[in-house]
C-alpha cells in the first residue's frame, strides 16, 4: 500500500474512533478520553483511555472540595458554584447531584447538576471541573453527556447553565459550546459592570439530542 493510502487510513480510523467517543456514554459507567495530548511525541496519535464516570460518594467529600477549591481558586463566582457542591455532599437530592471521575486516590473531575425543583423537565448543570493536569482529554465532556444522560432518565426535557461572562471561563464556555449547549439569553452587567451572565441551554429531547 503507498505511503499515501496508509496515511488516509490512518485519518479515516481516526475520525471514525474520535466521533464514536462523542456519542454518549451511559448515565454513569465507563467513557473513553483522549490521550492525545499526553503523546507528546506523536500528538496526533488517536488512542482513548477509559475513565469510569460514578456518582459521588460520602467519602469523596474532601476530595470534591479539594478539586473544586484549586479549579475554581478565588474567582468571585466560585461561592455560588461551590454551595450545590455543598447541597450534593449533604444529600443524594434530585436537586443537587455531582458525579466523579477518580484517579488512584484522588478525584480529577467533577461535575455538579440537578433537577429545577418547581419546573417540570428543567435541569440544570451548576459546574464541571477537571484537574489542571487532566485536561483537554474529553474528560469534562463525558462527565457533561453522563449528567445530560441522567437528568434525561429521570424525565429532564432540557439543561440550563448559567455562566459569568468572565475571560477565564472562556474554556468553559467552549466546552459547553462543543457539548451542544446553545445560548439562551444573557443579562448584561449581571456580575459586575461590563460583565454579564449568559444563559445556556441544552435541549434533551428533540433536535440536539446528541443521545444523551
Ligand atoms: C473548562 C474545563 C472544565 C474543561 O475540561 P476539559 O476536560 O479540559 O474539557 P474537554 O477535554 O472535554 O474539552 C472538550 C472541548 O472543549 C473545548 N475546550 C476545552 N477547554 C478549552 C479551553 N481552555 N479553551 C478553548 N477550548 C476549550 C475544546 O474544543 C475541547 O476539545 P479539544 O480538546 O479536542 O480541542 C476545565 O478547563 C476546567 O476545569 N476549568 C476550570 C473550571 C471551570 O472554569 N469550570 C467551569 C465552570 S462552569
Known amino acids: 500500500m503507498s505511503r499515501a493510502r496508509i496515511l488516509f487510513a490512518r485519518f479515516v480510523m481516526r475520525e471514525i474512533r474520535r466521533a464514536r467517543g462523542m456519542r454518549a ?9 483522549s490521550l492525545a495530548r499526553l503523546c507528546s511525541r506523536v ?15 460520602p467519602l469523596d467529600s ?3 472540595r479539594a478539586l473544586a477549591d484549586t479549579v475554581l481558586g478565588d474567582a468571585p463566582y466560585a461561592p455560588s458554584m461551590l454551595a450545590p457542591l455543598d447541597g450534593a455532599l449533604r444529600s443524594d437530592s434530585e436537586e443537587y ?12 473531575g467533577l461535575i455538579v447538576f440537578g433537577a429545577t425543583v418547581g419546573a417540570l423537565g428543567a435541569g440544570r448543570i451548576y459546574f464541571v471541573a ?9 474528560l469534562a465532556t463525558a462527565l457533561i453527556e453522563a449528567a445530560c444522560a441522567e437528568l434525561r432518565s429521570r424525565g429532564g ?16 464556555r467552549a466546552v459547553a459550546l462543543r457539548a451542544g ?22 435541549d434533551l429531547v428533540g433536535s440536539h439530542d446528541s443521545g444523551c
Open 25 to 33: 456514554v451511559p448515565s454513569v459507567g465507563r467513557a473513553h478520553v
Open 181 to 202: 449547549f446553545r445560548p439562551e439569553g444573557r443579562v448584561s452587567d449581571y456580575v459586575r459592570e461590563g460583565v454579564g451572565l449568559a444563559f445556556l441551554r441544552r
Open 62 to 64: 474532601a476530595a470534591a
Open 157 to 172: 426535557r432540557f439543561v440550563a447553565m448559567e455562566m459569568p461572562e468572565e475571560p477565564r471561563l472562556d474554556g468553559a
Open 130 to 138: 477537571v484537574d489542571g493536569r487532566a485536561r483537554r482529554r474529553g
Open 97 to 108: 447531584r455531582a458525579l466523579v471521575v477518580g484517579e488512584h486516590t484522588a478525584l480529577i
Open 43 to 57: 500528538p496526533w496519535f488517536p488512542m482513548r483511555a477509559p475513565v469510569t464516570v460514578r456518582p459521588l460518594a
